[in-house]
């Protein structure tokens, strides 16, 4: 019985633990640990931590601020970048 104690006390202290090691993720390590695992299939963007390109040489935005293809400051001197959030996420 002492022994069955100890095995479901030990478990119940790596739940905790790993749930609170979840709690403390940022929201960056959290979108890393979703997509860290996915294949990439051709037809689908390449996906770093939260942001997609269509290939590997689209990443570098350094290019694209030298022809003036950067997003449009607002008059309130402020960029304003759409972008939608997935019914996946919860939080």
Partial sequence: MVLLKCIVGVVAMLV?????EEEALSTSERIHRVNRDLVRSAD???VED????DS???????PCTS???MWPK?????????Y??????SE
């Fill in 16 to 20: 905790v633990s790993t749930w609170a």
């Fill in 74 to 82: 607002s008059s309130d001197g402020k960029v304003y970048v759409a």
């Fill in 84 to 89: 939608t959030i997935s019914s996946e996420y």
């Fill in 67 to 69: 022809s003036g293809c």
């Fill in 56 to 62: 590997e040489s689209e990443r570098n935005a350094d």
């Fill in 50 to 53: 939260d942001v997609a390109y």
């Fill in 44 to 46: 689908e963007p390449y």
